[in-house]
């Protein structure tokens, strides 16, 4: 009989992969690379990810993985930003590269291209972006000069999905600002290499996500028809309590559902929130209805699951709460908001 998984056990194994029940002792590479990737859209937004996952994280080493290239900001799962080790963006780029352009064909900028040969429009903008960094605006601008016939903006986003480009520092350099940049990989990050096999990417995933469906994989990395690959591998099979089948690799640890968790701040489009797609693991169906996932609010957990919101002030931190905690989830988190404050240099007190 395939055992069944309640959703608390589910909630627990997903945050101890996530470095979420106990920060881990690992330099933030290793966890970025365990990680494979962390959602970046907001540029900030990983490093507050890293201070929640990491014993004693300083915001200079991911700075430093920044502008040493050992890290790179790219358009990938989903088709959103996401911050990766140079190393995973040459695996896993290319698998992701034919449903990126399948998204953007499918976005309000896909009409841009209709009519073009794309293989002459992918050669002028990859000469363009390694003539030197550009900004989407400044993409569109050049490429408006051959088409002229063709939108500014929807060539400039053309530009930078088409080909396979990655945003380059300052932008995202803590404590610095930059525009949003983008130039070639290749020019970046060197010659690109081998694709990882998809059972590669599926494995990866699992060991920092699972255990998890099908549908899960898919949604988190914006993919489809993985059904196949993950049934052919050889992983344990459980159910949930909504009686989908979940997949996991046969040694991943799956701790005791009774584990404490204790409280966390993350970010906005934290990678706990947005890798499956049944989220009830992490956030109840009720909690996402309020739209915080959607709308980007950084989130606090409480005993695993998002109990609430939170905005940094110059003058502290606010925290909107759904529910009442007990004393001691209200010590708890005050004791985290104090930490955040002080990784996040504002002076102030913690409000609930």
């Known amino acids: 009989m395939t055992e069944k998984l309640t959703t608390r056990a589910l909630n627990r194994a997903t945050l101890h992969r996530q470095f979420l ?17 962390m959602q970046a859209q907001e540029p900030f937004s990983p490093y507050y990810g890293l201070w929640s996952r990491i014993r004693s994280f300083h915001p200079e080493e991911l700075s430093t993985l920044l502008l040493d290239r050992h890290v790179v900001r790219a358009s990938l799962h989903r088709a959103t930003i996401h911050l990766v080790t140079a190393a995973d963006h040459g695996r896993f780029e290319p698998l992701l590269r034919p449903f990126l352009h399948r998204r953007f064909a499918s976005s309000p900028f896909g009409f841009v291209v209709d009519g073009l040969d794309v293989d002459e429009f992918t050669t002028v903008v990859t000469t363009l972006l390694e003539q030197q960094p550009r900004t989407r605006r400044e993409i569109g601008d050049h490429l408006a000069t051959r088409w002229p016939d063709r939108d500014v903006t929807a060539l400039g986003y053309a530009g930078s999905f088409l080909v396979p480009s990655v945003q ?8 610095r600002s930059g ?9 970046w990050l060197g010659p690109a290499t081998p694709a990882a ?22 949604t988190w990395a914006g993919m489809s028809r993985l059904k196949t690959v993950v049934e052919a591998m050889d992983l344990r099979v459980f159910t949930d309590d909504r009686g989908r089948t979940l997949y996991d690799l046969p040694d991943a640890p799956r701790p005791d559902p009774d584990t404490p968790a204790p409280a966390r701040f993350l970010p906005e ?12 693991r992490v956030i109840s169906d009720e909690d996402y209805r309020r ?33 009442p905690l007990t004393r001691a989830q209200k010590d708890d988190v ?9 990784f996040a240099g504002v002076t102030g007190d913690v409000r609930l």
């Open 21 to 37: 029940l106990e920060r881990a002792d690992r330099t933030a590479q290793d966890v970025v690379e365990h990680l494979v990737g």
């Open 168 to 175: 380059v520092t300052p932008r995202a350099v803590w404590g």
């Open 179 to 187: 525009a949003a940049k983008w130039t070639t990989a290749a020019r």
């Open 197 to 218: 096999p998809i059972e590669e990417f599926v494995r990866r995933y699992l060991a920092a996500f699972g255990p998890a469906s099908v549908k899960d994989v898919q």
């Open 269 to 280: 489009f934290d990678n706990a929130l947005l890798g499956h797609d049944d989220r009830t």
């Open 291 to 323: 739209g915080i996932i959607i709308g980007g609010k950084p989130t606090l957990l409480v005993d695993g699951f998002v109990h609430g919101t939170w905005k940094l002030t110059r003058d502290g931190l606010d925290v909107e709460l759904f529910r």
């Open 334 to 342: 005050e004791t985290e908001g104090a930490r955040l404050l002080e």
